[in-house]
C-alpha cells in the first residue's frame, strides 16, 4: 500500500520567514495530494491541495509544489504569522472517477510548526 | 450547515467496555470515513463507507466495526476495549462524486483512553 514520509517532524520559525514541508510518496498511481492543518483540539482542516496533472498551486500565501518523477511534494508558507503555528499534515490518495480507490488518504507523520512573534 | 458532528468529546472506557462513537454530517456526503490519530503520528483509516448499507475495511480495522444505515450517520463501535485503543477519533466525509472537491471535512474528534 502507499506510505507517505513527512519532513521535519518540527520546525521553529520567526515570524516573516519563510517555511517548507517535504513529503515522499511511494505509489506511483496516487494523483492526489492535500496538505491539512490541525490546530489544537481540533480536526484536520485543508488548507491547499494538488492533483498530478498539475506541478504547483498557489493561494496567497500558501504554494505547493509536486515532483511526480521524483515522488515528492511541498508545502511552503511565505511570511509567516504567529497563527500559521499548528500541525500540518501531507496526504495522499489515488482518485479516479468511477475507480474503487474512493479516496482514502494515507497521512504523513505531522509537522509541529512554531511561529515565534 | 453543523458539518460533521462527533460525540462524545471525551470518553474513559475501562479494559473490557464497549461504547460507540457517535459520527454525523448534514451536507449529504456520499463517502465517510474514521480514522485514529495516535500521539506523534499521523491520521489511519480505520473504516469507510461509501453510502449507505456499504463499508469497507481501512488500514486498522481490527477491534472495531462500522455501519451506515442512513447517509447521515457512521458510528463507530468499539468491542472489548483495550488500551492500545487509547487514541484520537475523527470522522471524515466528502462528496464522493467524479466531478465534485475531493477535500474531506473533519469532525472536532473523540479523545478516547482506556484503562
Known amino acids: 500500500g502507499e506510505n507517505v514520509e513527512q519532513h521535519p517532524s518540527t520546525l521553529s520559525v520567526q515570524e516573516g520567514d519563510s517555511a517548507v514541508i517535504k513529503c515522499t510518496y511511494s505509489?506511483?498511481?496516487?494523483?492526489?495530494f492535500p496538505w491539512y492543518k490541525q490546530e489544537l483540539g481540533k480536526g484536520p482542516q485543508l488548507i491547499i491541495d494538488?492533483?498530478?496533472?498539475?506541478g504547483e498551486k498557489k493561494d496567497q500565501r500558501i504554494a505547493v509544489t509536486l515532483n511526480k518523477t521524483a515522488k515528492h511534494f511541498s508545502l511552503h508558507i511565505t511570511e509567516t504569522q504567529p497563527e500559521d503555528s499548528a500541525v500540518y499534515f501531507c496526504a495522499a490518495s489515488i482518485d479516479i472517477a468511477g475507480g474503487t480507490s474512493y479516496g482514502k488518504l494515507t497521512f504523513g507523520q505531522g509537522t509541529i510548526l512554531t511561529v515565534h512573534p | 450547515n453543523a458539518g460533521v458532528t462527533q460525540t462524545p468529546k471525551f470518553r474513559i472506557l475501562k479494559i473490557g467496555q464497549s461504547m460507540t462513537l457517535q459520527c454525523a454530517q448534514d451536507m449529504n456526503h456520499n463517502y465517510m470515513y474514521w480514522y485514529r490519530q495516535d500521539p506523534g503520528m499521523g491520521l489511519k483509516l480505520i473504516y469507510y463507507?461509501?453510502?449507505?448499507?456499504?463499508?469497507d475495511k481501512g488500514e486498522v480495522p481490527n477491534g472495531y466495526n462500522v455501519s451506515r444505515s442512513t447517509t447521515e450517520d457512521f458510528p463507530l463501535r468499539l468491542e472489548l476495549a483495550a488500551p492500545s485503543q487509547t487514541s484520537v477519533y475523527f470522522c471524515a466525509s466528502r462528496k464522493g462524486l467524479a466531478g465534485f472537491s475531493y477535500e474531506q471535512y473533519f469532525g472536532p474528534g473523540t479523545r478516547l483512553t482506556v484503562t
Open positions: 463507507s461509501v453510502g449507505a448499507g456499504i463499508t
Open positions: 494538488i492533483r498530478s496533472n498539475v
Open positions: 505509489d506511483s498511481a496516487s494523483n492526489y
